[in-house]
């Protein structure tokens, strides 16, 4: 199972690549994460927020890949335990699918993103900031997996 990152973002800053990796490195080759960066376009004092929302969505849906399981990170999604994670998680491998995660940028995803999906994940009621986004998913990934294979890291 091969899981996508899609996300929106300009330049991250050390120590969110740091963490990203270091959760990432750590799954192993069957459930191989990788990240898909998608420029964020200019924001400016009178930019117009929806059409920048809409370009960039524009952007997210042409790197999804087809026949992948497209997951949209949304405020309005599911809340998942880390335990239900792990869930979906061994659903999806045995069902054979690649996931596509797709996470907007500081003004939210596309409308047509969240239409896209087939399924929409919460990470928190709280709100976050889109680049920190990408170090929490990787590590509930690993967690979820950790849960999966019965290793000491989810105690």
Not at 43 to 69: C, F, S, W, Y
């Amino acid at each position: 199972m091969r899981i996508r990152l899609i996300t929106v973002t300009h330049k991250s800053p050390s120590w969110v690549r740091e963490g990203y990796n270091e959760y990432a490195k750590r799954l192993p080759p069957s459930c191989a994460l990788e990240l898909v960066e998608i420029s964020a376009e200019k924001r400016t004092a009178n930019a117009d927020l929806q059409r920048i929302t809409e370009r960039e969505g524009e952007k997210i849906l042409a790197a999804v890949k087809p026949g992948h399981h497209v997951i949209a990170l949304d405020v309005k999604g599911k809340l998942w335990t880390t335990e239900e994670l792990a869930g979906q998680m061994d659903d999806w491998r045995q069902q054979g699918r690649n996931i596509d995660l797709l996470v907007g940028g500081p003004d939210g995803l596309a409308p047509a993103c969240i239409q896209k999906a087939a399924e929409k994940w919460s990470l928190s009621t709280l709100t976050f900031p889109h680049i920190l986004v990408r170090v929490i998913v990787a590590e509930q990934l690993y967690r979820a997996w950790s849960i999966l294979h019965q290793h000491p890291y989810h105690r």
